[in-house]
């Protein structure tokens, strides 16, 4: 297997796969969740994203379901100390609030412990920027956790290029933890903003990347090829954005690049981005464990050509 990645400036080494928990409580129940999870593990991989908020989008949901779950099977195999766990703060929970001050950072990041049944959080985001709070009341807030042994290490998603720097410049100056590592939108789809507004930063501030969207909500897979295809899917609504000509254009490349490799699109596309020199590794979830083949991404070292041919595809 490929070997370990650092993230950015941290002493956090991973494999190049991330387990997405937002489908933990919402398409994958506890029981699949922890088959899931368990053939995770037991295949080597070792870095598991999740927030406070998922799954509140669910009917009868409150948000913690993904937290709780992943808390339930660590407490039930005690493998706590075989994967590093990536949280988030700042999405607005189910009554709406959303912050990132101090006080609110403090509480969540407890209200998140408790869930996870661990003390301390590997790496503990920003989900979505709050620019009515300073940066230096955000990252104050980190400083103390860190201090604490609560979290070791801070990133930022869903950020300004322009707050992203703001708050590692303040960082600096002020003495206070420096974000690490970035969880941008990016696949072969959704190019344009990751590269042209987020690269210059990560290239200058040694930062880490783990991108999110990997699988562009699916549509990377190349099983939704009309809208019908989309109808009763839950995700619907984002993928039929993809379904156009230039779409079509990554869907071909893709699957001529798959046959090459023997492998599926989904695959490929995991590959593409692993290989992109900025990503430290792509974030995907599954909703079955039987889904996980796509972990055999990280095996896939694609060709100058491989990779030529799916950037010309996917050119902006």
């Given at each position: 297997m490929e070997q370990k990645r650092k993230i950015g400036n941290s002493e956090l080494y991973i494999r190049p796969f991330v387990l997405g928990g937002n489908v933990f409580g919402w398409t994958a129940d506890k029981k699949e969740s922890f088959r899931i999870l368990d053939a995770y593990i037991d295949a080597?991989?070792?870095?598991?994203?999740?927030?406070?908020?998922?799954?509140?989008?669910v009917p009868g949901n409150k948000g913690g379901e993904s937290e709780t779950i992943i808390g339930e099977w660590i407490k039930k195999t005690g493998k706590r100390d075989e994967i590093l766990i990536a949280t988030k703060v700042g999405a607005a929970m189910s009554d709406g609030k959303k912050s990132l001050k101090k006080d609110y950072i403090m509480k969540e990041a407890e209200a998140s412990l408790k869930r996870l049944n661990t003390?301390?959080?590997?790496?503990?985001?920003?989900?979505?920027?709050?620019?009515?709070?300073?940066?230096?009341?955000?990252?104050?807030?980190?400083?103390?956790?860190?201090?604490?042994?609560?979290?070791?290490?801070?990133?930022?998603?869903?950020?300004?290029?322009?707050?992203?720097?703001?708050?590692?410049?303040?960082?600096?100056?002020n003495d206070l933890p420096a974000y690490v590592c970035l969880e941008p939108a990016y696949n072969l789809y959704d190019r344009q903003a990751y590269e042209r507004d987020y690269e210059p930063l990560i290239e200058q501030y040694g930062l880490g990347v783990i991108s999110y969207y990997s699988l562009a909500s699916g549509f990377l897979t190349g099983k939704y090829k009309t809208k019908t295809d989309l109808a009763d899917k839950q995700r619907g609504g984002k993928v039929e954005e993809y379904l156009n000509g230039r779409g079509e254009r990554i869907i071909k490349a893709l699957n001529e690049v798959a046959a090459m490799y023997n492998a599926t699109p989904a695959q490929i596309a995991l590959a593409w981005i692993k290989e992109r020199p900025s990503v430290t590794a792509p974030i995907a979830s599954v909703s079955k464990h039987g889904q996980l083949d796509i972990l055999k991404s990280v095996d896939i070292h694609l060709s100058k050509e491989a990779m030529n041919m799916l950037n010309n595809a996917s050119s902006y």
């Open positions: 080597g991989f070792d870095f598991i994203d999740t927030a406070n908020v998922y799954s509140n989008w003390d301390y959080i590997d790496l503990y985001f920003v989900h979505y920027d709050d620019t009515s709070t300073p940066v230096e009341e955000t990252l104050g807030a980190f400083a103390k956790l860190i201090e604490q042994g609560k979290v070791g290490y801070t990133g930022a998603s869903n950020m300004s290029p322009e707050r992203i720097k703001e708050s590692l410049e303040s960082g600096r100056k």
